[in-house]
């Protein structure tokens, strides 16, 4: 299966910024997807990053607060924009080439916003 | 999507085995049953899936119901490392298709605990 390295592993970052989150593949891959997980909680999906294409987003997250890029088959990125102390939380990559395989997922971003 | 329900929380006794049930009655005919997990500070892993039979892999068995409104995973052999939460999900045929993409739907999970 697909390995992911997703980038930075943690970060502190000041209210008002942005932080730029990057998934690389060692595959191509069909699927690759943005999920948040607060601590304690289970994983819940911010979007779909298409290749070639704009996100599509879940209920909920919007592209002006998460825009997210996937210039190919390999790498995408999430933005968390104009960060709140609310946005702290772990956010995770995940890809596949389709859920028969499994999916991959990062070891994903502890984001803390002060 | 149909719904999972899991035990929030398990222990097991090391080297014994672990059968982790979850309740899905109302699945449909053509939905998949995925089994993830997540260990501590780490991702999810992807641990098994099935739809009617019996699977079984170098990680666990799956073991699906008759009438296909339950499963066991069932790990057998508990070891410390898999000590994590363990996610049934539910998957429906046309995410096999290959047309677009199909993303899991996580649910609160069974916390499993091993002790030495």
């Known amino acids: 299966s697909a390995v992911i390295s997703q980038k930075p592993s943690r970060d502190i970052c000041q209210r008002g910024t942005s932080l730029t989150i990057q998934c690389q593949v060692d595959?191509?891959?069909?699927?690759m997807f943005w999920y948040r997980q607060q601590p304690g909680q289970s994983l819940t999906l911010i979007a779909t990053?298409?290749?070639?294409?704009?996100?599509?987003?879940e209920s909920g997250f919007v592209i002006d607060k998460f825009p997210i890029s996937r210039p190919n088959l390999t790498f995408s990125t999430l933005t968390v924009s104009n960060m709140s102390p609310e946005d702290s939380s772990i956010y995770l990559c995940?890809?596949?080439?389709?859920?028969?395989?499994?999916?991959?997922f990062g070891s994903g971003t502890r984001l803390t916003v002060v | 999507d149909a719904k999972t329900t899991q035990p929030n929380s398990m222990e097991s006794n090391e080297e014994e085995p672990v059968h982790l049930p979850c309740n899905h009655s109302t699945i449909s005919g053509t939905d998949y049953i995925h089994w993830y997990r997540q260990l501590p500070s780490q991702g999810p892993e992807y641990v098994i899936h099935?739809?009617?039979s019996n699977v079984n892999n170098r990680m666990a068995s799956l073991a699906i119901a008759e009438d296909r409104k339950s499963s066991t995973l069932i790990l057998h052999r508990a070891t410390l490392r898999d000590a994590a939460v363990y996610y049934c999900i539910l998957s429906p045929a046309v995410a096999y298709s290959g047309a677009g993409s199909y993303q899991l739907t996580f649910g609160k999970g069974t916390k499993l605990s091993v002790i030495p």
């Open positions: 995940s890809a596949g080439t389709g859920l028969g395989y499994g999916y991959t």
């Open positions: 099935g739809l009617t």
């Open positions: 595959s191509q891959v069909t699927m």
């Open positions: 990053a298409n290749q070639g294409s704009e996100a599509t987003y």
